[in-house]
């Protein structure tokens, strides 16, 4: 069954501990990976999309990378800012047709 | 000047009433969503229309029907309303279907 499983479901951080968060996904003909912030009442709002494995991505404290079972979203030295929730979605099948989001990691960086 | 916007933002009705969700984008994407997330923050893909062509519709009751009467526009109409149907509903669209969505802001539904 195709599924995707985001961990850990909650991350308490102190500012400046760096950490990463996992996305394990098992779906037939990945097409693309994407990660997704979701701050509190608001939609999600795209960081980054992955579509190979060994591919990675970076954006200020983020970075993103892929292999053929899971992804990984490294924050570094992270900020009371990168407080938010933090999603993974896959996207698969022949036309890419089917979506399937991870539950998410809610993130709280502490000052 | 929002890209996806969605109308209304709060929704309270009572059972067994019909409501709609207006979504409208000014981005010109081809692609248009519908999504539902539930209490625990889980995100679901109901329905995604391509040019105005249906392309997924996953198990949802038959009460919720999308309409897209333009590339711009997807609309969720949703009959018979019930309990389980409260959840927050996001519109989105992309251009092309393997790409970045873009979100509305959501629209609350509760039901009495």
């Known amino acids: 069954e195709d599924q995707v499983t985001q961990s850990p479901e909650a991350l308490r951080l102190q500012e400046g501990e760096s950490s990463s968060l996992n996305c394990s996904y098992t779906?037939?003909?990945?097409?693309?990976l994407f990660w997704y912030r979701q701050d509190p009442g608001k939609g999600p709002e795209f960081l980054f999309t992955?579509?190979?494995a060994g591919e990675e991505k970076e954006k200020e404290r983020l970075k993103a990378t892929l292999t053929k079972k899971e992804s990984f979203l490294h924050i570094t030295a992270p900020k009371p800012e990168d407080s938010a929730t933090y999603l993974c979605?896959?996207?698969?099948?022949?036309?890419?047709?089917?979506?399937?989001f991870g539950t998410g990691t809610s993130l709280t960086v502490i000052p | 000047d929002t890209a996806v916007s969605q109308t209304p933002k709060y929704l309270v009705t009572q059972m067994g009433n019909d409501k709609s969700i207006k979504c409208e984008q000014n981005?010109?994407?081809?692609?248009m969503y519908w999504y539902k997330q539930d209490s625990k923050k889980f995100l679901k893909i109901m329905f995604s229309?391509?040019?105005?062509?249906?392309?997924i519709n996953e198990t949802v009751p038959n009460r919720f029907s999308p309409k897209s009467p333009d590339k711009a526009h997807l609309n969720l109409h949703i009959n018979s309303l019930e309990l389980g149907d409260s959840a927050v509903y996001f519109c989105?669209?992309?251009?092309?279907?393997?790409?970045?969505?873009?979100f509305g802001a959501g629209t609350r539904l509760s039901v009495l």
């Open positions: 229309y391509n040019n105005k062509e249906l392309i």
């Open positions: 981005l010109g994407h081809d692609t």
């Open positions: 979605a896959v996207q698969a099948g022949n036309t890419g047709n089917q979506f399937y």
């Open positions: 992955l579509y190979s």
């Open positions: 989105a669209s992309s251009q092309g279907i393997v790409n970045i969505q873009y």
């Open positions: 779906v037939s003909g990945l097409r693309g």
